[in-house]
């Protein structure tokens, strides 16, 4: 079972504190995190009313939208994540895919800045796994996971299963060929109309 993450406004949610202590725990040195903190705790806004700014105020956390340096910032936090479901899987909470045959390894999350992909073998203990470590990480990175918005997708799960499963996670239902970072996931390959959308990125 695949699960496909959304997010919820990714970049105006970040915890700086969580951003902080993350730079800490991959040793950062402290000149370079205090640079950090002074980059993302200086930040101010205003508000249009009615075509007049408001008097600037000091925002509390998130990342700046068009920041070279956000995208980066992001990834830093986003390792919680990676974090987070390693430990699950060393710990045997959650049972990841395996690929390969003779010396197997196993894929239990796909990442790619604010596109997350989580998959593993269909059972309850994946399902209630992946929400315990879901909220578990909005708690600590202030990233919140819209559940309405991410998607459970099957690959050979009876229809019955996968909705009672997308209804404990909140989630929409989703089939394969599905779509991850603009690419077509499953479908049969030997067709055509596999490939078109991959002819669209080379034009």
């Not at 040195?29 to 903190?37: D, G």
């Not at 959650?94 to 196993?106: K, L, R």
């Not at 894929?107 to 073998?121: E, N």
């Not at 796994?129 to 708690?139: P, Q, W």
């Amino acid at each position: 079972m695949l699960f496909k993450v959304d997010f919820e406004k990714s970049y105006d949610s970040v915890d700086w504190g969580y951003l902080d202590k993350a730079m800490e725990r991959m040793l950062f040195p402290t000149l370079w995190r205090k640079s950090i903190k002074e980059c993302v705790g200086t930040t101010t806004t205003s508000i249009l009313v009615n075509g007049s700014s408001t008097d600037e105020f000091p925002l509390e956390r998130g990342l700046r939208q068009g920041d070279p340096l956000s995208p980066f910032l992001f990834l830093l936090a986003a390792e919680g994540l990676n974090v987070l479901m390693e430990t699950m899987v060393t710990r045997n909470f959650f049972t990841g895919y395996e690929v390969g045959v003779t010396d197997p390894f196993v894929v239990s999350h796909l990442q790619f800045a604010d596109d997350t992909l989580l998959l593993g073998d269909k059972s309850w203990t994946n399902v209630r796994a992946l929400r315990v470590v879901l909220v578990l990480f909005e708690s600590m990175s202030g990233l919140k996971v819209n559940f309405h918005k991410s998607m459970l997708v099957r690959v050979n799960i009876l229809d019955f299963w996968l909705g009672e499963a997308a209804s404990a996670l909140c989630c929409k239902v989703g089939n394969i060929p599905s779509l991850y970072l603009d690419l077509p996931i499953g479908g049969d390959s030997r067709l055509l109309v596999f490939w078109e959308l991959l002819a669209l990125f080379k034009e």
